[in-house]
């Protein structure tokens, strides 16, 4: 356990002198380590995780290909890396290894990566297995408007307004029509008025004064 201790601090310290400013390689933590293959954008792009086990080199380490950006690369593709890192692990036991590993996949990129689609085709649901009834096609009745809020009237001006309206709830001809006759009174009755106001308060002077 020691032993395996002392081989881990080294390596590790080796591993980052050795990969200082490889944007593709990042050390997790003091157990693990990661390298990225191909450009991000390539379909035949993945990740490896390489991952010490406490009597790590005295034993394999733990290859981890299951990482969210490897979510496109075929099964077949993930176990023949795990295959040939464990094939080349088997050389190096008792000895820091994670270099060498890292190294490897590198030779033998495309060969590893050959069957992997170089475009990632997603399947269309088949209607015959969930059904149409699946498929909810929305539609803009669906979107209740919201209508106006109503204003709440009192039973004396419900009253007032039937009295108003015909039994259809129209009101009749002529209900805002101004009667001419009285209005005509009211006004001349005013003026006269007026003019009655106006001859009280005249001043009459004398012609000689």
Sequence with gaps: M????????DEREALLAI???????????ATRFQYKYGEEDD????????????DYPLEKPVINMEMFYNRNLIPAVKEKIRSVLMEEAEQWLGCGMT?????????????????????????SPDLNTIGVSAIHISDSSDIKKKEP??????????RRQWDRA???????????????????????????????????NTIFQPLNS
Excluded at 99 to 123: A, G, M, R, S, W
Aim: with cysteine; proline share 2%.
């Design 19 to 29: 990969y200082e400013g490889d944007d593709a390689f990042k050390e997790i933590d």
């Design 149 to 158: 809020k109503k204003e709440q009237l009192t039973k004396a001006q419900k």
């Design 43 to 54: 379909c035949k792009s993945f990740l490896v995780e390489i991952e010490w086990s406490d």
């Design 2 to 9: 020691a032993e395996a201790l002392d081989l881990q601090a």
């Design 99 to 123: 270099y060498n590993l890292f190294e490897c996949l590198k030779e033998h990129l495309d060969e590893l990566t050959f069957e992997q689609p170089d475009l990632i085709v997603v399947e």
């Design 166 to 200: 015909d039994h259809k709830g129209d009101r009749p001809r002529g209900w805002n029509w101004v009667d001419i006759v009285k209005h005509l009174s009211q006004t001349g009755h005013k003026e006269q008025q007026t003019a009655e106001s106006n001859a009280n």
